[in-house]
T-cell receptor, first 117, second 114 residues
Framework: GAVVSQHPSRVICKSGTSVKIECRSL??????MFWYRQFPKQSLMLMAT?????????EQGVEKDKFLINHASLTLSTLTVTSAHPEDSSFYIC?????????????FGDGTRLSIL | AQKITQTQPGMFVQEKEAVTLDCTYD???????LFWYKQPSSGEMIFLIY??????QNATEGRYSLNFQKARKSANLVISASQLGDSAMYFC???????????FGTGTRLKVLA
């Protein structure tokens, strides 16, 4: 089945650091990828839709300058948390669809646990 | 606006028994898709089952089945013969109209007891 790889799986860094998270579709091309954020014991909240070759579409309330998204190829989208602070600590997870069609589910990466000290 | 509601924050089930996880939704669209995902403690999201609004039969995938009641706007997940490995968070999701974005419910944490 379709595989989405997300890297790194865990990041611990100091406040003020910028952190880049990669999301790769390994065996399919993904023109659209999605980035979610999940706080402990809560649901997934969509942050943005990443579109290959164009600007990402951010959900209301998500800071574009804080969460930079780049989708430079059909298999790679990156999320950069700029100047991260402790409140940015969370679980970030990406997803992608491999084939068009209403029935096609999104395939998720394994997520990245980000801890800002 | 579309909305997904999961009213059971936590559920317990005895091993080998069946369990039903509730999901209700709200949409004004005639065509929509509903998905169930499993999230173990490790965090990955595992796709379980899909139900389309025009599907005439309830979806089934191995031990997973969906009790789809369109008039009541419910899409409950039924897990038969529960196993210890079924212990996880379960999320119901709806695909947003006109996009492929998902709207997730708040999830149900299932614990299977030995």
């Amino acid at each position: 089945g379709a595989v989405v790889s997300q890297h790194p799986s865990r990041v611990i860094c100091k406040s003020g650091t910028s952190v880049k998270i990669e999301c790769r579709s390994l065996d399919f091309q993904a023109t659209t990828m999605f980035w979610y954020r999940q706080f402990p014991k809560q649901s997934l909240m969509l942050m943005a839709t990443s579109n290959e070759g164009s600007k990402a579409t951010y959900e209301q309330g998500v800071e574009k300058d804080k969460f930079l998204i780049n989708h430079a190829s059909l298999t790679l989208s990156t999320l950069t948390v700029t100047s991260a602070h402790p409140e940015d600590s969370s679980f970030y997870i990406c997803s992608a669809r491999d084939t068009p069609g209403r029935r096609t589910p999104q395939h998720f990466g394994d997520g990245t646990r980000l801890s800002i000290l | 606006a579309q909305k997904i509601t999961q009213t059971q924050p936590g559920m317990f089930v005895q091993e080998k028994e069946a369990v039903t996880l509730d999901c209700t939704y709200d949409t004004s669209d005639q065509s929509y898709g509903l998905f169930w995902y499993k999230q173990p403690s490790s965090g990955e999201m595992i796709f379980l089952i899909y139900q389309g609004s025009y599907d005439e039969q309830n979806a089934t995938e191995g031990r997973y089945s969906l009790n789809f009641q369109k008039a009541r706007k419910s899409a409950n997940l039924v897990i038969s013969a529960s196993q210890l490995g079924d212990s996880a968070m379960y999320f119901c999701a709806m695909r947003e109209t006109g996009t492929y974005k998902y709207i997730f419910g708040t999830g149900t944490r299932l614990k299977v007891l030995a």
